[in-house]
């Protein structure tokens, strides 16, 4: 089985200044993506960037890129010139495309709560 | 607007008794979710539905019961055998599980307080 482990359980950062948040996960398989998602305060849950295993190239969208360390099991999160909307909770997940039971279904991360202080 | 609409927001329920949330989607979305949302625990899986009249067990599915008659619904019933129903739970939905890439369309979610 694979499981997603997010060991800050909260950060804060200064407006506009950067700030990574950090996930690990662990899995035997090859073909996957990964993804982090962000839940506002009493907001939907929204996705924020996914990354293919299969690309070596980080995904980037606009302020918000990561680091994939496939060798590693590491995919951080990097927000270059945080906002104050920016104060959310984050969710790093993975999905397996290899087939089998957790085929289709989204592992998620314990989550971090990211404050954002003007 | 197309989304995923959960109702109530907010649930007060003694012990013993059942209650059902529920979730409506209007993105014509094969597959369906439920999770749970516990503090430091991330979500986890309850019950998902790939289709009408189909469902599978998640993760922790003792204690919860779903249906999904239509395409645009799938209500969870959190029966009195669950141990802990105090949550935040969240109805989820994706265009199919086959062809899922990992993007899901989630509800605000509905908070169950049981007293």
């Known amino acids: 089985a694979q499981t997603v482990t997010q060991s800050q359980p909260e950060m804060s950062v200064q407006e506009a200044e950067t700030v990574t948040l950090s996930c690990t996960y662990d899995t035997s398989e090859s073909n996957y993506y990964l993804f982090w998602y962000k839940q506002p305060p009493s907001r939907q849950m929204i996705l924020v960037i996914r990354q293919e295993a299969y690309k070596q190239q980080n995904a980037t969208e606009n302020r918000f890129s990561v680091n994939f360390q496939k060798a590693a099991k590491s995919f951080s999160l990097k927000i270059s010139d945080s906002q104050l909307g920016d104060t959310a909770m984050y969710f790093c997940a993975f999905i397996s495309l290899a087939g089998g039971t957790s085929y289709g279904k989204l592992t998620f991360g314990q989550g971090t709560i990211l404050t954002v202080h003007p | 607007d197309g989304g995923i609409t959960q109702s109530p927001k907010y649930l007060f329920r003694k012990e013993g008794q059942n209650v059902t949330l529920s979730c409506e989607q209007n993105?014509?979305?094969?597959?369906m979710y439920w999770y749970r949302q516990d503090p430091g625990q991330g979500l986890r899986l309850i019950y998902y539905?790939?289709?009408?009249?189909?469902?599978q067990k998640g993760d922790i599915a003792e204690g919860y019961s779903v249906s999904r008659e239509k395409k645009e619904s799938f209500p969870l019933t959190v029966t009195s055998a669950q141990k802990n129903p105090t949550a935040f739970y969240l109805c989820a939905s994706s265009p199919s599980l086959r062809s899922n890439t990992g993007e899901l369309f989630f509800g605000e979610g509905s908070r169950l307080t049981v007293l």
């Open positions: 539905s790939q289709i009408v009249n189909d469902f």
């Open positions: 993105l014509n979305h094969d597959a």
